[in-house]
Structures are given as C-alpha cells and as structure tokens.
C-alpha cells in the first residue's frame, strides 16, 4: 500500500501564492502518475492537476495558467505551485496515485489527511 502525506496549505490573500508538497511511501514502485484534488465544502471531490512519470500533464480547466505541478527527483514526491489564488480555490487539497496514465483518472491509493487551502478575499 502507499500511504500519502500532504503540507503546505495555509490562509492567502486572494492574489497570493502556495506552494503544496505530497510525499508517498510504502509501494511506492507501482506509483506512475500522481496528481492533486481538492474538495470544498458541500462540493465532490474534484481533479486539480496531474502528472504522469514521463511528464505529461492534465489541469482543470479553472485552475490552467495559475496552477503548476512538478515531480520532485525521487518518484514519490509531487508539488502544486498555486498562483493567482482566487476564494473559490478554498478545499482541502488531496493528492493520490495512479497505476499507468489513463482517462479518466483512476486514484489507487487511500487518501491522506489533506491540507486546507483557504483564500481570503
């Protein structure tokens, strides 16, 4: 199993900037692709970003241009620098694992704790 650690959240000014971090351990070899969701309150959890092992990216389309993911050098880290944050951004911030790159996105792995992202405006 991989388990998932998530940091980074906070309070932000609308306009502001965050920078999350997502750690897996555990099976991490079956990891391929990691990504990002988040859920605000009352609303389904919903795709933020994500990256596959060979770079390739999906965003949603309210988070393009202001949203960037990366992988760290080791193959169980994942980031999401968060530009331009506007109020409706506020949820807490998941991240999780897929085997392979398909659509739509097939998280594998229990989901972490999460980190809150609020925005004040």
């Known amino acids: 199993q991989v388990q998932l650690v998530e940091s980074g959240g906070g309070l932000v000014q609308a306009g502001g900037s965050l920078r999350l971090s997502c750690a897996a351990s555990?099976?991490?070899?079956?990891?391929?692709?990691m990504g990002w969701y988040r859920q605000a309150p009352g609303k389904l959890r919903e795709l933020v970003a994500r990256?596959?092992?060979?770079?390739?990216?999906n965003y949603a389309d309210s988070v393009k241009g202001r949203f960037t993911i990366s992988r760290g050098n080791a193959k169980n880290t994942v980031y999401l620098q968060m530009d331009s944050l506007k109020a409706e951004d506020t949820a807490v911030y998941y991240c999780?694992?897929?085997?392979?790159?398909?659509?739509?996105?097939?998280?594998?792995?229990?989901w972490g704790q999460g980190t809150q992202v609020t925005v004040s405006s």
């Open positions: 990256i596959s092992s060979g770079g390739s990216t």
């Open positions: 555990g099976s991490i070899a079956s990891i391929s692709t």
């Open positions: 999780n694992t897929e085997i392979g790159w398909t659509w739509p996105p097939r998280p594998q792995s229990r």
